[in-house]
């Protein structure tokens, strides 16, 4: 597993960022991922989570109704759409995966990509 987090970026409050997560090693299919975030002096948090059927996912009461998680599999790709970002969503992000086919509560993770900053600030 090989993951890679990217799209992150400076955005001002109320606005829209869209992250993507590819896994290098087109593995992604087989694998519930979670989107994590650390805040700076925080620690890292689940935020998001996507299990192998698509059918289940998970948020963090901090992001329900402003984020999305999707998955496209032609394009071995997990999204996680952020609207209405609020200055306290700023932190790095991170897609991960403990090879599970479910989401975990709390959340767990063995393989991580490399974060993607996302900063919310007028």
């Known amino acids: 597993v090989q993951l890679q987090a990217s799209g992150g970026g400076l955005v001002q409050p109320g606005g829209s960022l869209r992250l993507s997560c590819v896994d290098s090693?087109?593995?992604?299919?087989?694998?519930?991922i979670t989107w994590f975030r650390q805040a700076p002096g925080k620690e890292r948090e689940g935020v998001s989570c996507?299990?192998?059927?698509?059918?289940?996912?998970y948020y963090d009461e901090s992001v329900k109704g402003r984020f999305t998680i999707s998955r496209d599999h032609a394009k071995n790709t997990v999204y996680l759409q952020m609207n209405s970002l609020k200055p306290e969503d700023t932190a790095v992000y991170y897609c991960?995966?403990?090879?599970?086919?479910?989401?975990?509560?709390?959340?767990?993770?063995?393989?991580w990509g490399q974060g993607t900053l996302v900063t919310v600030s007028s």
């Open positions: 996507i299990d192998i059927s698509d059918a289940r996912t």
């Open positions: 090693e087109f593995t992604l299919d087989y694998y519930a």
């Open positions: 991960a995966t403990d090879q599970a086919t479910g989401c975990r509560n709390p959340p767990e993770a063995d393989y």
